[in-house]
Nanobody, 114 residues
Framework: VHVVESGGGLVQPGGSLRLNCEVS????????VGWYRQAPGEQRELVAT???????KYGDSVEGRFTVSRANARNRGYLQMNSLQPEDTAVYYC?????????WGQGTQVTVSS
């Protein structure tokens, strides 16, 4: 199974970005899609997860600003990030997992700065 993130970049405070996660080589609907982030010197933290039937969970710091979604027919997950702040700067990782397997992408850098 191969996981690839895209959509990161540099954005000003208050701006928006949408991250994409493409999962190939497995049955996408079998996986919970999770987004995590890791800032320099910090531990990796949960951003959001979404189950195959659309049940979502968010980290406290992003609740109300970020929206996780998925398109099972396209084998893709998405993370819409609004009202971005400098503290959202991190490498964002996509994870595809179930009770038996867990696959990570290489990450995409998000930098929020004026």
């Amino acid at each position: 199974v191969h996981v690839v993130e895209s959509g990161g970049g540099l954005v000003q405070p208050g701006g928006s970005l949408r991250l994409n996660c493409e999962v190939s080589g497995g049955i996408f609907a079998n996986y919970i899609v999770g987004w995590y982030r890791q800032a320099p010197g910090e531990q990796r933290e949960l951003v959001a997860t979404i189950t195959s039937v659309g049940r979502t969970k968010y980290g406290d710091s992003v609740e109300g600003r970020f929206t996780v979604s998925r398109a099972n027919a396209r084998n893709r997950g998405y993370l819409q990030m609004n009202s971005l702040q400098p503290e959202d700067t991190a490498v964002y990782y996509c994870n595809a997992a179930n009770s038996r397997e867990s696959y990570w992408g290489q990450g995409t850098q998000v930098t929020v700065s004026s």
